[in-house]
């Protein structure tokens, strides 16, 4: 048995961390789908920008966009819900067999409306709508700004991918507002299924501290976190006021893992894939990566319900002169802005690609 089929078996959903018009017409992402138990995809900014850059795949469809009198976001976002359309039937036996749970694809707001909650809700909305796929999440950063977002969204039924999560006090604050949306959704007599993850950013932790630890400690922060939040997010499912949303019909807020190839060339490229194995979670991962661990990929334990050694090896590195938790603000902030600028990298190609074609008639 291959070991994304055995990871699969054990509970944990893999997803593919990237997205392009050729892995869709090359039917690439079906073999994903039937080879590596592949049942689900994220995406973002610089995935597109990528894509659209380093290939022509998309330039018939600029052409005819930029006809239409298309430019800029409206012109990207068409783009890409083409692509995610494709991706999300794909995925959609998927969905419809696990009832939900799984079979998903997200799009991501512009990351310029990190900071600003009521057009993140207006803008999600919209991009939901405009998509016309039940099985598509709406990526929502998860900062202090974006939790009212959250919860709103949630309130108006949009499914939602929180992400730019690194700490267990992150998730705790994705989650409620998860919950929070869905309470008032049912004391409004509203249909509480609507879809949820929140997603923890991991292999950033460990290239955050690197050169700044002992070498016994490289690579292992990231983890540890992990660990954590992994018994924090337990320890959720576990409150009353959690069961009383699930007795209602609430579905369950899943855990991804994001963030997980190996940025360390000394270290395994399966590392974070091997150590973050647990049930009722996801993994979304590189392409590279799933490759990788679907070629010599080795399941070990699964992930501590406890938080294992998590508290053990956090307070080594708090030793080391490591605060997690300021680390863990900067490690947001730095993402959010990042994100920017990465949509700003993406209009700019979408602007020069227009542009030459444009010029070649």
Not at 10 to 21: A, P, V
Not at 224 to 233: D, E, G, L, S
Not at 310 to 333: N, T
Request: net charge neutral; glycine share 8%; charged share 25%.
């Amino acid at each position: 048995m291959k070991p994304t089929q055995q990871l699969h078996d054990f509970g944990q959903s893999l997803w593919l961390d990237n997205i392009t018009r050729g892995l869709l017409t090359s039917g690439m992402l079906r073999r994903y789908i039937d080879d590596f138990s592949v049942t689900g995809l994220t995406s973002n900014p610089s995935i597109f920008d990528h894509a659209i850059k380093n290939s022509n795949f998309y330039d018939d469809a600029i052409r005819q966009k930029r006809k239409e009198g298309k430019s800029g976001e409206a012109l990207f976002f068409e783009l890409a819900i083409e692509d995610l359309r494709q991706a999300a039937d794909l995925f959609r036996p998927i969905h419809d067999a696990t009832a939900g749970s799984d079979g998903w694809v997200s799009l991501e707001v512009s990351p310029s409306l990190a900071y600003d909650s009521a057009s993140t809700v207006k803008e999600a909305i919209r991009l939901h709508a405009q998509a016309q796929r039940p099985n598509l999440f709406i990526k929502i950063p998860g900062t202090s700004e974006g939790h009212a977002a959250i919860e709103e969204t949630i309130f108006a039924g949009v499914p939602v991918n929180v992400t730019l999560l690194f700490s267990p006090g992150h998730y705790i604050a994705a989650a409620e507002a998860y919950l929070r949306g869905i309470e008032r959704r049912i004391a409004a007599g509203l249909d509480p299924k609507v879809r949820s993850v929140a997603s923890m950013f991991i292999s950033r932790w460990d290239k955050a501290v690197t050169g700044k630890i002992p070498k016994k400690l490289q690579d292992r922060l990231g983890i540890a976190i992990a660990k954590r939040t992994y018994k924090a997010y337990r320890d959720v499912l576990a409150t009353s006021r959690w069961q009383n949303a699930a007795h209602a019909g609430a579905p369950l807020q899943r855990l991804l893992w994001a963030s997980t190839g190996t940025k360390d060339p000394k270290a395994s490229d399966v590392l974070y894939i091997k150590a973050l194995a647990a049930p009722d979670t996801i993994n979304t991962m590189p392409e590279e990566t799933l490759l990788a661990f679907a070629d010599h990929g080795a399941l070990g334990e699964l992930l501590p319900g406890d938080g294992g050694d998590a508290e053990s090896v956090i307070a080594a590195f708090a030793k080391a002169g490591i605060d997690h938790e300021q680390l863990a603000a900067d490690l947001q902030r730095e993402g959010a802005a990042s994100f920017v600028e990465s949509w700003k990298d993406l209009l700019n190609c979408i602007g020069s690609k227009s542009a030459t074609l444009k010029a070649a008639g």
